[in-house]
């Protein structure tokens, strides 16, 4: 008896848990352009042609996950090695790096501090500059570092879908993908 | 039975634990905002060309640090901030940590300036990492350092200045921004690039 009430305040406890933390993303405005890269080869990776800007849901991929970080971040810096090596593990699987794709946003963040930040921990995926906070005023200020996971959805809405969207350390990268992965419901 | 309870209760325990990891936050989990302050409250009273007002202060480090110590050996960035525990000031030395190698190439030291006593910059700067560069008190006299420079507000805390003294002692850049905003470090980087290539004053 007593180990049952006990399994059923656990049970209790961690589903409430899961609701709360799952959240609602519907208000999630990620509704902004951003500039095509000038680089040929992150055009490629992002599947983008020629152009000025150029909107989340216009991402040729299945799944985006977006990384509000900025310079100035301890946690960014700390982890930057750790999301380098989640996007590796993304890379090394056939599967994954067809459909996934990564992006930073610097938030607060001038080209001169993205392209700094980019040498310095040498990120292999697109990272843009929101030097004035605009983006980062859109997503209601979230804490750095923030990740968001999108489900592109061509021609439904805005063109993509928010199943994740969290502020705080990543923590251990494989871990955190694969969190992702079973998350976002793709078949991987 | 025993040990399906025990594994039934162990895999519950872990998931409880497990799960509110995701949501761990940012480095600075208390940080005091305040509403929007004016964006500058002082008038410079250094100009470029002229010599730096010199001060020894107290350093998170324990040392005594003396701005002429750097005289012929290093040029200097001052980065006064109006207070620990605030947004943008918690979001600008770090930038300063990681940009390490970019001072480095332009042969200078950075020395942060704030009117917090040593207890609260010592904690506070914790939060930040291992800082590479000295971090001092303009407590006490209150704001002295930064009433010589003409950066002290009316309300005790020091506006968001730097100011760069190139080897010789000679004050040749100075930058007093808003407040509420972190300058650019693209910004910095130039004006210690420029100073570089001109070498020290006559």
């Not at chain 2, 507000?153 to 003294?165: L, T």
Request: negative net charge.
């Amino acid at each position: 008896m007593k180990w049952s009430v006990t399994c059923l305040v656990l049970i209790f406890s961690f589903f409430i848990t899961t609701m709360v933390s799952a959240g609602d993303f519907s208000d999630t405005d990620l509704s902004f352009h951003l500039p095509v890269p000038e680089n040929a080869d992150q055009r490629e990776y992002l599947g983008l042609a020629d152009g000025q800007t150029f909107t989340l849901g216009q991402i040729r991929a299945d799944m985006v996950i977006v990384q509000i970080f900025s310079m100035y971040c301890p946690i960014c810096q700390r982890e930057a090695p750790e999301v380098n090596a989640m996007y590796e593990r993304v890379a090394a699987d056939p599967k994954m790096s067809e459909r996934i794709r990564f992006i930073g946003i610097g938030a607060g963040n001038s080209s001169f501090e993205v392209d700094f930040y980019k040498d310095t921990y040498q990120v292999p995926f697109p990272l843009f500059s929101d030097g004035d906070f605009v983006i980062h005023k859109q997503l209601k200020e979230v804490g750095t570092p923030h990740f968001i996971g999108l489900l592109i959805t061509p021609g439904v809405g805005e063109g993509y879908t928010v199943f994740y969207s969290r502020s705080g350390e990543m923590g251990d990268p494989v871990a955190f993908i694969d969190r992702l992965v079973a998350l976002s419901g793709l078949d991987f | 039975m025993q040990a399906v309870k025990t594994l039934f209760v162990g895999s519950l325990l872990v998931l409880f634990i497990v799960g509110p990891l995701w949501a761990s936050s940012s480095a600075f989990n208390t940080l005091y905002a305040y509403p929007e302050l004016k964006p500058v409250d002082s008038v410079l009273r250094v100009t470029v060309g002229q010599a730096a007002p010199d001060f020894s202060l107290p350093a998170v480090s324990g040392k005594q640090v003396r701005l002429s110590d750097f005289q012929g050996k290093k040029m200097v960035m001052l980065t006064f901030i109006p207070a620990a525990w605030t947004p943008v000031c918690s979001d600008q030395w770090p930038g300063y940590n990681l940009a390490k190698p970019l001072f480095d190439k332009f042969d200078t030291t950075v020395i942060g300036i704030s009117v917090d006593n040593i207890p609260t910059l010592y904690t506070w700067t914790r939060q930040m990492g291992d800082l590479w560069f000295e971090v001092v008190s303009d407590f006490w006299p209150h704001g002295k350092t930064s009433q010589d420079y003409g950066v002290l507000r009316s309300d005790g805390m020091a506006d968001r200045a730097v100011i760069i003294i190139d080897k010789t002692g000679v004050i040749r850049y100075t930058h007093v921004g808003d407040i509420n905003v972190r300058p650019e470090l693209g910004m910095i980087i130039k004006a210690l690039e420029q100073i570089h290539s001109r070498g020290p004053s006559e």
